[in-house]
């Protein structure tokens, strides 16, 4: 009994440390003072994690897009209302799948690299190899992988939006004969830039920390061992994608939901 | 060095077509237009507003010229009070007489507001208020003035 009081109790510490350790990482790298090469650095993680992401997520969206008029045409059409298509695409990409897949397919494409690559520059021993020579690994390597993140995803998500509308359109419209005009009338006659995209940005700006937060870090605090890199990199994809879908829905309580 | 260029010629554009989708965003789906910005501000008070939403059209001669800024319970009269914000081309042009109404887009659609000319040498300014205004359609009351027309025939 007390056995196992003791160990909810270690368990609610260890938490506890390791989020208190999470939060003093990112604080120290995300503010560290750059070096002077440090944009020629993040310049390289932003090819990596956002140049080299966006070929699946414009293809993710491409398809998103179309199914989502696909799925929408065949069930407003029974109401006579598929004037609302563009609407209906619309809405749903800038709200929600755009921001939630896009952090998802980041996670899964650029988080697990992340965490790999610096969990084997711990495991190398590279890491403290820079402390000997006296150069911060987190300000030489993490902050600029973090800041990458930072830009690159809310970027990616527009891009994601863009292409799903028009996925939308090339089946809603070419496809299937929607009327064109009323596509794009009622989409903007109910899109709302500040509400709808502006909404959408905030929360792949707030996936975009989380995510790169949680990859990172995770690759800084692994075990140094082959397992530890496997079990960090599975730990990463586990965690954001959770963390992204609950998030979601607290968000959009907090935008859409009407609770205050 | 070559290969650090290249890349830094495919962060340039991908940071570009961010940018640009946004743009896209802005203008062509949500509709935002570059040259918005000057409104003025018209009331009107209604019996009944139906279910006129804030953000809702304001039309003349179907042709959208602003849009429903807000709606409130007006406590003297006990109707609604709409604020609508409309062009600022449109300050000095309509006369004191013009006509609102809360009209229906289709049979089910939203509602909007339907503003018409009148012929008073006059013109509506800043913060005035129509006066002359017709309340929307309730389906509800149009039944029951039928069924009560067929009671009494």
């Known amino acids: ?260 | 060095m070559k290969r650090s260029k290249a890349m830094e010629l495919g962060v340039g554009l991908f940071m570009l077509a961010g940018i640009l989708g946004l743009v896209f965003l802005g203008l062509r789906v949500s509709g935002m237009t570059l040259t918005s910005g000057d409104t003025f501000r018209l009331e009107a008070n209604f019996a009944n507003i139906g279910s006129l939403k804030p953000r809702a059209r304001v039309t003349m001669a179907g042709v959208t010229v602003g849009r429903v800024s807000a709606i409130e319970l007006d406590t003297e009269w006990y109707d609604a009070r709409v604020v609508m914000e409309l062009d600022s081309d449109l300050e000095g042009e309509l006369s004191r007489d013009t006509t609102a109404a809360i009209l229906t887009a289709g049979l089910l659609g939203e509602q909007y507001v339907g503003l018409s000319m009148g012929g008073d040498p006059e013109m509506l300014v800043e913060g005035d208020t129509i006066r002359d205004t017709q309340s929307a359609v309730v389906l509800e009351e149009l039944i029951q003035q039928f069924v009560s027309n067929m009671i009494s025939d």
């Open chain 1, 1 to 260: 009994m007390i056995d196992s009081i003791r160990r909810l109790g270690r368990f609610g510490c260890n938490a506890l440390e390791s989020f208190g350790r999470a939060g003093g990482f990112l604080f120290l790298s995300a503010f560290a003072v750059p070096s002077r090469e440090g944009f020629g650095l993040w310049l390289r993680q932003m090819h990596f994690v956002g140049v080299l992401s966006l070929a699946i997520v414009l293809v993710s969206g491409l398809f998103i897009g179309m199914v989502l008029a696909l799925q929408g045409y065949t069930i407003l059409v029974d109401f006579g209302a598929e004037q609302a298509l563009g609407q209906m695409v619309a809405l749903s990409l800038l709200r929600e799948l755009a921001p939630v897949v896009a952090a998802l397919l980041f996670a899964g494409r650029a988080g697990s690299a992340l965490t790999a690559e610096i969990g084997l520059m711990k495991a190398t021993e590279q890491l403290s190899s820079m402390e000997m020579i006296g150069v911060d690994p987190l300000r030489r390597v993490v902050a600029p992988r973090l800041w990458a993140g930072f830009v690159a995803l809310p970027l990616l998500t527009v891009g994601f939006s863009v292409v799903g509308i028009w996925g939308g359109y090339l089946v809603g419209v070419e496809w299937l004969g929607g009327f064109e005009g009323s596509y794009w009338g009622n989409m903007q006659s109910s899109v709302e830039f500040l509400d709808d995209v502006g909404n959408g940005m905030i929360k792949s700006m707030v996936f975009a920390v989380v995510v790169t937060w949680i990859a990172v870090f995770q690759g800084y605090d692994l075990i140094p061992t082959s397992e530890g890199i496997s079990r960090a990199t599975t730990r990463t994809v586990v965690y954001s994608s959770l963390a992204v879908l609950g998030l979601d829905f607290v968000l959009t309580a907090i935008m859409f939901g009407g609770l205050s």
